[in-house]
């Protein structure tokens, strides 16, 4: 079946692949628009393949709230650049993989995978499909999902998300939404590790205390003072364990007028007559954790002129 020139056109159109690789893929399917596409999807999922071993430390994160459901979702999809990260084939991807989260509710990204997109192709088969046309490893790496009211911020572009839930009666009002974005961006400036306090684990709190008696006991100014003393200090330097790592004791960054977030919570859930409070966050940061590939460019150049 012959082909012609506006066929390659709307193949390439349709799949977002090089001129050359729609000619190859209509001459090895007789024609057959259907077929070229599979074709390309075939050789997509050899390159993906391929691709797979290739450290994805960039891309982005996001955060995202579906008021009417009262579903919040946070997302992470790493690629191999930052450049990756501003195309707007890439953003939608992760924008629609975020969608099927919030309807479809998967328990694990196993499960998330085999997820239907609106097309009907699974989650995993969109995410070949992106490897095919944009030419990087792309992974989804981890997601959040919280039922209730929920507040989502996501800054520098998707370098930092964070996705918090909140006990109230308020969320109908704008001022929540003002309140929750404002808590939200404490999350990401600051990264505390806690809401509050009693969730701290009593194993993080006996290491601390030791870490903090170790301290004492090194100071030549106090290590002769008495044991009661010094169990007296570590536990008012706990306090300001607290302060750095609890959500609610931490100093409220955006204004003076509260002295902590605690406080900014009770004062504008006072103002406006109901209650809110803090249930859960979750604070993500594009590729952390992930041991990003060192390279040494001068060496690299060196060894392609060899």
Same mark, same amino acid.
Do not use: W
């Given at each position: ?20 690789? =729609?000619? !190859? ?8 628009? $259907?077929?070229? +596409? ?33 579903? &919040? ?7 191999? @650049? ?12 992760? !924008? ?10 998967? *328990? ?6 085999? =997820? ?27 997601? @959040?999902?919280?039922?209730?009211? =929920? ?7 998707? @370098?930092?998300?964070?996705? +918090?839930?909140?006990? @109230? ?9 003002? =309140? ?26 006996? /290491?601390?205390? !030791? ?5 004492? /006991?090194?100071?030549?100014?106090? *290590? ?28 409220? +960054?955006? *204004?003076? $007028? ?14 406006? &007559?109901?209650?809110?409070?803090? +249930? ?27």
């Amino acid at each position: 079946m012959a082909f012609t020139a506006s066929d390659v056109k709307k193949l390439r159109e349709q799949t977002g692949c090089g001129m050359m690789d =729609c000619k !190859k893929a209509l001459t090895n399917s007789d024609g057959d628009f $259907d077929k070229a +596409v599979e074709f390309l999807r075939e050789k997509g999922l050899a390159a993906s393949a391929k691709k797979a071993g290739r450290i994805a430390a960039d891309g982005m994160v996001y955060a995202a709230v579906d008021t009417e459901k009262k579903v &919040g979702v946070a997302l992470e999809v790493n690629a191999e @650049t930052d450049f990756v990260a501003k195309n707007e084939l890439f953003k939608t991807f992760v !924008k629609d993989v975020a969608e099927v989260i919030v309807e479809q509710n998967p *328990a694990d990204l196993a499960a998330l995978l085999e =997820c239907k997109m609106a097309d009907g192709n699974t989650v995993e088969a969109a995410r070949q499909d992106k490897v095919l046309v944009i030419g990087e490893n792309i992974q989804i790496r981890r997601f @959040t999902r919280f039922e209730g009211d =929920c507040v989502s911020y996501i800054h520098g572009g998707g @370098t930092h998300a964070v996705l +918090v839930q909140f006990d @109230t009666d308020l969320a109908d009002k704008p001022e929540f939404a003002v =309140c929750g974005k404002d808590v939200a961006m404490q999350i990401a400036a600051v990264n505390p590790g806690y809401v509050r306090e009693s969730e701290v684990p009593a194993s993080v709190l006996e /290491e601390e205390k !030791k870490v903090l008696m170790a301290q004492i /006991e090194g100071d030549p100014k106090m *290590a002769s003072k008495p044991e009661q003393v010094k169990a007296k200090m570590v536990e008012g330097k706990i306090g300001k364990f607290f302060k750095e790592n609890c959500l609610l004791d931490q100093e409220f +960054v955006k *204004a003076t $007028d509260h002295s902590s977030v605690g406080k900014y919570l009770a004062d504008t859930a006072k103002a406006l &007559g109901g209650k809110l409070d803090v +249930v859960k966050f979750v604070r993500y940061e594009k590729g952390e954790g992930i041991e990003k590939k060192s390279e040494d460019f001068a060496a690299e150049i060196a060894s392609m002129v060899k």
